[in-house]
């Protein structure tokens, strides 16, 4: 089983606008909470043996190593996941696999 992690934001206050950059100075609260989330989720799925974060650029982020999001999963995914996971980046995705 395969899940694919996206978290945007959609709301009226952005009119449904799912990559609009709020820059609220929330960035930790907001990344902690999503930690929990997939932690919640991979407890009631533990079949699920990947998952998939996708960054997706803002206006300017030409590659993945100006893309800020693939750059905060690349700090935040160790706190999700464990030894017993393989994290591996491809382009401005992230997959991470249940090791064998």
């Not at 929330?26 to 930690?35: A, D, S």
């Not at 929990?36 to 206006?59: C, Q, W």
């Amino acid at each position: 089983m395969h899940a694919i992690i996206v978290f945007g934001v959609t709301n009226d206050e952005f009119e449904g606008e799912e990559y609009v950059e709020t820059n609220r100075g929330e960035l930790y609260r907001v990344m902690t909470t999503i930690v929990n989330i997939v932690k919640a989720y991979m407890l009631e799925h533990p079949n699920v043996r990947s998952y998939e974060f996708t960054g997706i650029s803002k206006d300017g982020e030409d590659d993945i190593k100006t893309n800020k999001r693939v750059k905060l999963y690349d700090r935040y995914l160790p706190q999700i996941y464990d030894t017993t996971w393989e994290i591996s980046p491809k382009g401005n995705t992230y997959i991470i696999n249940k090791k064998k």
